[in-house]
Nanobody, 123 residues
Framework: VQLVESGGGLVQAGGSLRLSCAAS????????IAWFRQAPGKEREGVSL????????NYGGSVKGRFNISKDIAENTVYLQMNRLKPEDTAVYYC?????????????????WGKGTQVTVSS
């Protein structure tokens, strides 16, 4: 099982980035894929999830209305479009997978994790 994040970088406040999570080694369309983030000195925080077979999505309160999660089943990839970025969005962003359709953004629910991609938003 492998999850590989890409697309992070440095962006000015108000800008946009699109993260990608490429999945392999498991039945992608039987899973929930989520994005989490962790800033220095803080706990890992749930950002968004998508239930691949159903398309249902969920967002953390701090990103709702600014971020959008989507999927490409043919490419086994989940995307996180991040708009109107703020300095407080600065963190390492991880994607994670679970075969539970629990609709939750708790870290303990997820079995597989990528290594993360750094997002830095300058003010």
């Amino acid at each position: 099982v492998q999850l590989v994040e890409s697309g992070g970088g440095l962006v000015q406040a108000g800008g946009s980035l699109r993260l990608s999570c490429a999945a392999s080694g498991f039945r992608f369309d039987d899973y929930t894929i989520a994005w989490f983030r962790q800033a220095p000195g803080k706990e890992r925080e749930g950002v968004s999830l998508i239930e691949i077979p159903y398309g249902s999505t969920n967002y953390g309160g701090s990103v709702k209305g600014r971020f959008n999660i989507s999927k490409d089943i043919a490419e086994n990839t989940v995307y996180l479009q991040m708009n109107r970025l703020k300095p407080e969005d600065t963190a390492v962003y991880y994607c994670a997978g679970t075969d539970c359709f629990c609709y939750g953004l708790e870290t303990h629910t997820y079995d597989y994790w990528g290594k993360g991609t750094q997002v830095t938003v300058s003010s």
